[in-house]
């Protein structure tokens, strides 16, 4: 698979969330619903804080 996961932190209420950094569509925060990754048909425009690549298993 091409392409990494961020766990991003989200600017309004911290809560931490894994983002595929290549998103076709707009990923919004599962707690408050803050934009976190808008699509931009490459790699995607992360919005929060990226705190961690995770790794593909």
Not at 8 to 37: H, M, R, Y
């Amino acid at each position: 698979m091409s392409g990494n996961f961020f766990r991003v932190l989200c600017p309004d209420c911290e809560n931490e969330q894994i983002v595929f950094e290549k998103a076709s569509s707009t990923v919004a925060c599962a707690v408050c619903g803050t934009t976190l990754a808008r699509p931009t048909g490459g790699k995607a425009d992360l919005e929060g804080e990226v705190t961690e690549t995770v790794e593909a298993r």
